[in-house]
T-cell receptor, first 109, second 113 residues
Framework: KNEVEQSPQNLTAQEGEFITINCSYSVGISALHWLQQHPGGGIVSLFM???GKKKHGRLIATINIQEKHSSLHITASHPRDSAVYICAVYRGDTDKLIFGTGTRLQVFP | NAGVMQNPRHLVRRRGQEARLRCSPM?????VYWYRQLPEEGLKFMVY????????ESGMPKERFSAEFPKEGPSILRIQQVVRGDSAAYFCASSVNIQETQYFGPGTRLLVL
């Protein structure tokens, strides 16, 4: 079993829909990253959080440390949001990220 | 402030050749991480370096792979005697400090013929 699990693996949506991507982890962590990988392969760091909630534009990330769960929400989704969204955690006090397998999102006009 | 730079963006090698991948971190970042993404798979940690030091290489294959981050110049990931299974995208990331936000480079796509 992977230490970081994401759901769903694939997600399709119509433009304007509210999107939720989930990440669960089985290890103690110090922080969690949400990353976006574009179809061309480039990776962008969206959020790093260790508690609570962060918002940037139409993106919202939340984390519940007790439940070992994080969610990434996209409001008013747009075709340009189509990408793979990856959850990654810093385990305890280690120096390396452990990655989920990603959620492939396609938003259709 | 330029982002993380990687070159080359694409590299083709024949089996048995050497591959050298370069990564220049963001200005002010002294922590560099290398990750590998095999086709249709997720990202996997390879190695974490600070200037002139390898801090954690637990994700590096034991043979043929090495990494360095010299005092001057970019970090280098070196793969000797490449095999077809080395074909992957190799990403570098940098951060200001440990467990801070990592910023990723565009990756080097290595194809071994």
């Amino acid at each position: 079993k992977n230490e970081v699990e994401q759901s769903p693996q694939n997600l399709t949506a119509q433009e304007g829909e509210f999107i939720t991507i989930n990440c669960s982890y089985s290890v103690g962590i110090s922080a969690l990253h949400w990353l976006q990988q574009h179809p061309g392969g480039g990776i962008v760091s969206l959020f790093m959080l260790s508690s609570g909630k962060k918002k940037h534009g139409r993106l919202i990330a939340t984390i519940n440390i007790q439940e070992k769960h994080s969610s990434l929400h996209i409001t008013a989704s747009h075709p340009r949001d189509s990408a793979v969204y990856i959850c990654a955690v810093y385990r305890g006090d280690t120096d390396k990220l452990i990655f989920g397998t990603g959620t492939r999102l396609q938003v259709f006009p | 402030n330029a982002g993380v730079m990687q070159n080359p963006r694409h590299l083709v090698r024949r089996r048995g050749q050497e591959a050298r991948l370069r990564c220049s971190p963001m200005k002010g970042h002294s922590h560099v991480y290398w990750y590998r993404q095999l086709p249709e798979e997720g990202l996997k940690f390879m190695v974490y370096l600070q200037k002139e030091n390898i801090i954690d290489e637990s994700g590096m294959p034991k043979e043929r792979f090495s990494a360095e981050f010299p005092k001057e110049g970019p970090s280098i990931l070196r793969i000797q005697q490449v095999v077809r299974g080395d074909s992957a995208a190799y990403f570098c990331a940098s951060s200001v400090n440990i467990q801070e936000t990592q910023y990723f480079g565009p990756g080097t796509r290595l194809l071994v013929l």
